[in-house]
């Protein structure tokens, strides 16, 4: 029998249905689980479920597995900040079980994979009213496909994953593809986007320009990291320098690619015209004069940095790296999705949609009579 899954925004409350009085008074307890809050979409996530989550009906705490306490302002003060500082995850094991035991939260929402499956290992020795939410971060096929992940992995979720009272997955898409890899197991699975911080990429619109050249300026945010293509970004934007010759790009991130990554760049002779900017843990300020933003992904669940870019007003080229990111890219104007994971592919798309909003700009300032109508917006 086929997994179901079910679609709405709300954490699988049903929107028709009536608390008991008593229910509308309490303050529910939620326990958020994540490694730490440096990097990733996921840990972005947590994050915002912190601060935005209201405090008049939940009591809210964070536990953070790797990290020590964070530095004041990180994270609300109404939050309690549960800090492990184990050197790995599953070293943390008792620590995490002494915790849950002690604060009987009503409900434990866990966010990335790894984390994942020791929550609901040790799920079988929570107190019973605790309710276990995982958030899945990532497309589960393509993960083992390409992911590097240990061979067992794919057990472990079919394993584990049952066991969670809800499974939340950021697109219809990765939604669809559990249930596929999950077969008949019948854990509850809803669809909820992932959160943007609007009001941080309202704040960051007036601030100062990041960029100092002519341009066009390209931005590209995440991890250096395989899967996140940017080799194949830098191969495109050697092609795209060849007709817009000022063209620029900066990208967001640190990891293990960096090193080879930087070199590539040398080699194309793009040392003038790729900055490698480090990790910026909101990158909200590089909005502002970027000309359009590239997910050049070759695995992606639903990428945060693409959801908030377009959220800043940017206008983006991404690959088909997820059926999430298709499905979302198919209803965004300014919005261009290249046919193919390839270099050559990007920076086809890349010169298309540069072409378009170049025409579309001129137009806009009434400079280019002479150029043939260009539909506004573009991408679509």
Request: charged share 20%; glycine share 8%; aromatic share 6%.
């Amino acid at each position: 029998m086929r997994q179901k899954y079910f679609i709405q925004g709300n954490f699988g409350l049903n929107p028709t249905y009536t608390l008991p009085n008593e229910a509308m008074t309490k303050r529910y307890k939620i326990l958020l689980l994540i490694p730490h809050l440096g990097g990733g979409g996921a840990e972005q996530v947590m994050a915002l479920l912190a601060r935005g989550l209201s405090r008049d009906k939940y009591e809210m705490h964070l536990g953070l597995i790797t990290q020590p306490a964070p530095e004041p302002g990180v994270v609300p003060p109404w939050v309690s900040v549960h800090a492990f500082e184990a050197p790995r995850i599953r070293s943390s094991a008792l620590a995490l079980l002494r915790l849950i035991r002690r604060l009987q939260p009503d409900v434990i929402l866990s966010g990335i994979a790894h984390l994942n499956f020791l929550v609901l290992l040790l799920k079988p020795f929570f107190p019973k009213k605790t309710r276990v939410i995982v958030r899945q971060n990532a497309t589960i096929s393509a993960a083992l496909a390409y992911g590097g992940l240990p061979r067992y992995t794919g057990l472990l979720y079919r394993m584990l994953y049952r066991h969670a009272d809800h499974v939340i997955c950021q697109s219809k898409a990765m939604a669809e593809d559990m249930a596929e890899v999950l077969g008949a197991h019948n854990a509850s699975i809803t669809v909820l986007p992932n959160p943007v911080d609007l009001e941080g990429i309202r704040a960051a619109a007036n601030g100062p320009s990041q960029w100092n050249s002519p341009g066009p300026h390209l931005l590209a945010v995440g991890r250096l990291s395989s899967e996140k293509g940017f080799d194949l970004l830098l191969e495109a934007m050697a092609q795209i320098r060849k007709l817009f010759p000022t063209a620029d790009l900066t990208i967001l991130g640190s990891g293990p690619e960096q090193d080879r990554l930087q070199a590539q760049s040398h080699a194309l002779a793009l040392d003038e015209a790729v900055r490698f900017a480090g990790y910026v843990p909101k990158p909200y300020g590089f909005y502002r004069d970027a000309t359009l933003f590239v997910l050049s992904s070759r695995h992606e669940g639903m990428s945060n940095a693409l959801l908030e870019a377009a959220a800043g007003g940017l206008p983006v080229v991404a690959t088909p790296a997820s059926g999430g990111v298709v499905e979302w890219m198919k209803d965004q104007s300014n919005a261009w999705l290249t046919k193919e994971i390839s270099a050559n592919s990007l920076a086809q798309t890349l010169l298309e949609a540069l072409t378009c909003l170049s025409a579309d700009s001129l137009h806009r300032s009434g400079t280019a009579d002479c150029l043939p109508s260009t539909k506004s917006p573009c991408g679509k």
